[in-house]
T-cell receptor, first 115, second 115 residues
Framework: DADVTQTPRNRITKTGKRIMLECSQT?????MYWYRQDPGLGLRLIYY???????NKGEISDGYSVSRQAQAKFSLSLESAIPNQTALYFC??????????????FGPGTRLTVL | AQTVTQSQPEMSVQEAETVTLSCTYD???????LFWYKQPPSRQMILVIR??????QNATENRFSVNFQKAAKSFSLKISDSQLGDAAMYFC????????????FGTGTRLTIIP
């Protein structure tokens, strides 16, 4: 079974709709991240969380919100989706307490299309 | 803020040959990590190799090695004996050892393997 899972894997929605992307991990890591990938731009950080009570904005947080429901779950919400939020979204985890704490482990990605 | 530049949007190499992907970065910090991630058509982000800035020795992982030039802020990836399965997007990424530990990615290089 995958250590970092994302649901849904693909989603098509309409402008103005609220949508939630979910991320779960079984790695026991304390840190979780949401990235967005656009063609030609690489991955950019949206939000990150170092534990359940520590949530921080990344470089492109406008239009997004997050919730860390538990150590293993980190959800990304688009309150009112717009077409330029069409992208591939990745969740990632890392563990400060491990020897490889600087390594981030990625989920399989969610492809979101906003019409 | 850190920046990562990959100046080669696309590269191609004959199967079994060697190819080098370029990456430069800009930072005022002295303690950081550099990574190469591979993204095949499955879109999964896979860590290829990692380099700690305080280590002068270049990292190697089987057919993958890096040429880390700290003073020049250069971090290239060499793939030896290229295989068809190496075809993918390759992203260079920077991680500060201070602050929020967010990955800063380059825009990627698409590598094609010619049979």
């Amino acid at each position: 079974d995958a250590d970092v899972t994302q649901t849904p894997r693909n989603r098509i929605t309409k402008t103005g709709k609220r949508i939630m992307l979910e991320c779960s991990q079984t790695k026991g890591h304390d840190r979780m991240y949401w990235y967005r990938q656009d063609p030609g731009l690489g991955l950019r950080l949206i939000y990150y969380s170092f534990d359940v009570k520590d949530i921080n904005k990344g470089e492109i947080s406008d239009g997004y919100s997050v919730s860390r429901q538990a150590q293993a779950k980190f959800s990304l919400s688009l309150e009112s989706a717009i077409p330029n939020q069409t992208a591939l979204y990745f969740c990632a985890t890392s563990d400060r307490g491990s020897e490889s704490y600087n390594e981030q482990f990625f989920g399989p990605g969610t492809r979101l299309t906003v019409l | 803020a850190q920046t990562v530049t990959q100046s080669q949007p696309e590269m191609s190499v004959q199967e079994a040959e060697t190819v080098t992907l370029s990456c430069t970065y800009d930072t005022s910090e002295s303690d950081y990590y550099l990574f190469w991630y591979k993204q095949p058509p499955s879109r999964q982000m896979i860590l290829v190799i990692r380099q700690e800035a305080y280590k002068q020795q270049n990292a190697t992982e089987n057919r993958f090695s890096v040429n880390f030039q700290k003073a020049a802020k250069s971090f290239s990836l060499k793939i030896s004996d290229s295989q068809l399965g190496d075809a993918a997007m390759y992203f260079c990424a920077f991680l500060s050892n201070f602050g929020n530990e967010k990955l800063t990615f380059g825009t990627g290089t698409r590598l094609t393997i010619i049979p």
